[in-house]
């Protein structure tokens, strides 16, 4: 017996065939003396493709801005950092911080940054209060601010 002529068993797309539970997948059907087959036409298949871009783009844009912003919290990490630092040092200096405002630059991670710090007085005579700006030397998202408060000249 040749392969050609060999049918297994149910093959074929006769009620004997739907019995058993193995039909081809475009196996068609008679309603009203007309065949309809089963399946997806061009048009669905193009449809479902165009959801699905559109959900792949969706999420590769979402990738990219969970990078972006993850960047951007790094360099304020940074910044912060840098801040504090600066703080640290104007709060345990023995002598009061002379007021008006003085610019420097520090290294941290790698980095050049500019700080700004600005000492004015504070309504309670005894205290001064100080600002600490601080950017990124190369510019970008990096910044912190922080303010802070210290017993002044007596």
Do not use: C, H
Request: avoid cysteine.
């Amino acid at each position: 017996m040749s392969a050609e002529a060999y049918q297994f068993p149910g093959e074929g797309r006769g009620l004997a065939a739907r019995r058993s539970g193995w039909v081809p997948a475009l196996a068609g059907t008679r309603k009203g003396g007309r065949l309809e087959e089963a399946g997806f036409t061009l048009i669905e298949m193009l449809v479902a493709l165009a959801i699905f871009s559109l959900a792949a783009l969706a999420l590769l844009r979402l990738g990219g801005a969970t990078a972006a912003n993850s960047a951007r919290l790094n360099d304020q990490a940074l910044a912060q950092m840098v801040a504090k630092n600066l703080a640290v040092e104007t709060l345990t200096d023995p002598g009061p911080p002379v007021f008006g405002t003085s610019q420097g630059e520090a290294m941290n991670g790698g980095r050049r940054w500019r700080w700004t710090r600005s000492v004015m007085r504070s309504p309670e005579a005894r205290i001064v209060q100080i600002e600490i700006a601080v950017e990124a030397e190369a510019g970008g998202p990096g910044r912190a601010r922080l303010v802070l408060f210290r017993r002044g000249p007596a």
